[in-house]
């Protein structure tokens, strides 16, 4: 498949809600990119290597003042 051939496909994909997206590192711009995916009712996965992070992320607390999750 070609480039371009995976590009329209994942444009087509992120138009029609159906992609899931992945983000590495949840911090100042990981979490709010998590945080703007899911609320476009995109099925999102976030990874960090800092467990708290995760751990808080996964009872909807945000570690960040100014962001909710």
Do not use: W
Not at 38 to 45: L, Q, R, V
């Amino acid at each position: 498949m070609s480039k371009q051939v995976n590009q329209i496909a994942l444009a087509e994909k992120l138009t029609a809600g159906t992609a899931t997206v992945g983000v590495v590192g949840l911090g100042y711009v990981g979490l709010p990119l998590v945080l703007a995916y899911s609320s476009a009712k995109h099925s999102t996965i976030g990874f960090d290597i800092d467990d708290t992070k995760v751990d808080a992320i996964n009872r909807s607390e945000s570690y960040i003042k100014h962001i909710t999750c």
